[in-house]
């Protein structure tokens, strides 16, 4: 079974550029998580998709951040402008929904982004 | 809110020491708890998950147990290897929500 995909796996850009960030699910899995990882912390919830809805956006800074998940498939994650402390680990993961059970998260690479 | 928190790192110990990593959680209701791993240049990988309260989550000879009387997930393995050498993460959920992390501890095992 393939993992969760993401891509690139770095990026390095100037501030005030934008940038975008792509994941592809396992196949089946309905819900779609995008984790920020700054180094030294843990991942932090940014947005929680499920299908092509939104669960869970409350901690994503949407003046500058936007997420979609068309179809209900594959997500993009977008910045812009971004900001030097948007430099971090971008974390992708999903996992089934059964109704009143903790499914297992599966997270991917991850991209790194450095902005400079 | 919930929130997690962990031992501060980096531990650093020999090969075959006795390891544990210690976590606290604060949460509403009864969340299911995790630890997982990242090693060096990869993503995060679940290593061992306890759904209810008494229950002992095991892999690869690490094992920790829910406590839900001192609110504790302490990981702990009797006999470390250099392979076990990553970054630890302590975690929460309840359902299909997000997961709530703890900062990590750096593990560093020496031959």
């Known amino acids: 079974e393939a993992g969760v995909a993401q891509s690139p796996r770095y990026k390095i850009i100037e501030k005030r550029q934008s940038v975008a960030f792509w994941c592809n699910p396992i196949s089946g899995h309905a819900t779609l998580y995008w984790y920020q990882q700054i180094l030294g912390q843990g991942p932090k919830l940014l947005i929680q998709?499920?299908?092509?809805?939104?669960?869970?956006d409350s901690q994503l800074p949407k003046d500058r951040f936007s997420a979609e998940r068309l179809k209900g498939v594959d997500s993009t994650l977008k910045i812009q402008p971004a900001k030097l402390e948007d430099s971090a680990v971008y974390l992708c993961?999903?996992?089934?929904?059964?109704?009143?059970?903790?499914?297992?998260?599966?997270f991917g690479p991850g991209t790194r982004l450095t902005v400079t | 809110g919930n929130s997690v928190t962990q031992m501060e790192g980096p531990v650093t110990l020999s090969e075959e020491a006795f390891l544990t990593i210690n976590c606290t959680y604060t949460a509403t209701g009864y969340p299911s708890l995790f630890w997982y791993v990242q090693y060096p240049g990869e993503g995060l990988q679940l290593l061992l998950k306890?759904?209810?309260?008494?229950d002992k989550g095991s892999n690869k000879g690490f094992e920790a147990t829910y406590r839900k009387e001192t609110t504790s997930f302490h990981l702990e393995k009797g006999s470390v290897q250099v392979s076990d050498s990553a970054v630890y993460f302590c975690?929460?959920?309840?359902?299909?929500?997000?997961?709530?992390f703890g900062d990590g501890t750096t593990l560093t095992v020496k031959p």
């Open positions: 993961a999903s996992s089934l929904v059964t109704s009143g059970v903790t499914d297992e998260q599966y």
């Open positions: 306890a759904t209810k309260a008494d």
């Open positions: 975690a929460l959920r309840r359902g299909a929500g997000k997961s709530t």
């Open positions: 998709f499920q299908n092509n809805g939104v669960v869970d």
